[in-house]
Nanobody, 118 residues
Framework: QVQLVESGGGLAQPGGSLRLSCAASGSVFSIKSMGWYRQAPGKERELVATITPGGITNYADSVKGRFTVARDNAKNTVYLQMNSLKPEDTAVYYC????????????WGQGTQVTVSS
């Protein structure tokens, strides 16, 4: 079993910054990718950013140039640095670890609220 524990998040003003962290523990083997998704009220969950253990990143167009995803492979931890925050970034952010070689399985964090408001 795999457990993900998120930290960070909270309230920020427009133009401000926040940093999210997510640490995985348990049977963490064969990581395909790590990353972050978000879900705003009344909307579907959407990809924010992902990163592979080798460092290949993928970002949603809406966050390119503002958010940076990073990882620490030794600690099984993924980070999301969020700069130049906008009110539309307000959502619950979920970390994700995708594990497996032939069959993939997704594991999710508990979610952390990010609110951008003046």
């Amino acid at each position: 079993q795999v457990q993900l524990v998120e930290s960070g998040g909270g309230l920020a003003q427009p133009g401000g910054s926040l940093r999210l962290s997510c640490a995985a523990s348990g049977s963490v083997f064969s990581i395909k990718s790590m990353g972050w998704y978000r879900q705003a009220p009344g909307k579907e969950r959407e990809l924010v950013a992902t990163i592979t253990p080798g460092g290949i990143t993928n970002y949603a167009d809406s966050v390119k140039g503002r958010f940076t995803v990073a990882r620490d492979n030794a600690k099984n931890t993924v980070y999301l640095q969020m700069n130049s925050l906008k009110p539309e970034d307000t959502a619950v952010y979920y970390c994700n670890f995708r594990l497996g070689i032939y069959t993939m399985r997704d594991y999710w964090g508990q979610g952390t609220q990010v609110t951008v408001s003046s």
